[in-house]
């Protein structure tokens, strides 16, 4: 089907739009903070004629912090996405359907049980989120499979819902049995705190992004399809089971590998894809780039404020401000 040259034209200047916000909001980043670097100081420290203290704050600190924080929100927002399109769910998330807790239980037993040498635990730590968020989704899928209907999508949520408090209960039982100075870290980083923040954290979590992401968006098609009723799918010729479940796969590597350095952050994948819908429609072609600049756009704005507000503020916390009444608002709507 041919995409409206309207509508091409009107996501061309949004994704300017988005960009532009996204770098106002990085210069912002840069210049503000307990250890703040001056606006006429950036260009200058680029080009190599910055002081000691000013090279440390922008290339040590803050733009390992900003690229790591939107590596993650493009993550956590196109994983959304996935998720929303194929279980026929708008209020669909990485959080609300279980990835986070998953991925939380399984970082948790590793810090607290097996962690040795912390360079390593850097670079194994998405593989432990993605290995463990993989075997939750395994558990919600079979539970939530039915041998007549297969995979419903409304049985698939709450299923994911299920298992996530499960889980959380989880989590609460193994902080009894461990050292409370252990328990800090993981408290935090449940809660959302960016605590991978320099660039050893990007280049962790990189090299999955630039698999993932280049296969999702040559599954667009897929996505609109799988999008529609299961009827029209099986309609036009679409493996249904084997694409819905390639798909979760790649959607619980995506949260993983995003929540593995940011923390149990939500609302970034339920809230990106709605604003880009709302932009642009639901064909993917046209929303998955404006998905993915808006969460980074987001994450990077949320920790920006939560830096700023105390250090010791997750960013969790105030993307769960904006995005709980947002979550509220689409539950009354639907």
Known sequence: MVINPHLKKKQKVIILILILLLFFICIISICVGKANLPLQRIIPTILGKGSFRENFILFSL????????????????????????????????????????????????????????TTKFIFVLPL?????????????????????????PIRLILTGVGFSLALSGTMVFIFSAVDPFQVDFIAKWMSGNIWGSDWSYVLAILPGLL??????????????????????????????????????????????????????????????????KRLVGPRHQLNLPITLLTGGFLLVLADTIARNISATLPTGIVVSLIGAPYFMYLLIRK
């Open 211 to 276: 698999i993932l992401i280049p296969y999702t968006l040559m599954k667009v098609n897929h996505l609109n399809i799988l999008s529609l009723s299961d009827n029209v799918a099986v309609g036009v010729g679409v493996k249904l089971k084997k694409e819905r479940l390639v798909l979760l796969v790649v959607a619980v590597a995506l949260a993983s590998l995003a929540v593995s350095i940011t923390g149990g952050i939500s609302f970034i994948g339920l809230m990106a894809p709605h604003i880009a």
């Open 62 to 117: 803050r733009l390992p912090r900003i690229t790591v924080t939107f590596l993650a929100g493009i993550a956590l927002a196109l994983s959304g996405s996935i998720l929303q399109a194929i279980t026929h769910n708008d209020l669909a998330d990485p959080g609300i359907m279980g990835i986070n807790a998953g991925a939380g239980v399984g970082v948790s037993i590793f810090y607290l049980f097996f962690t040795t040498n």
């Open 128 to 152: 432990i989120a993605f290995v463990s968020s993989l075997l939750t989704d395994g558990l919600i899928y079979v539970f939530a499979y039915d041998k007549e209907s297969g995979l419903h």
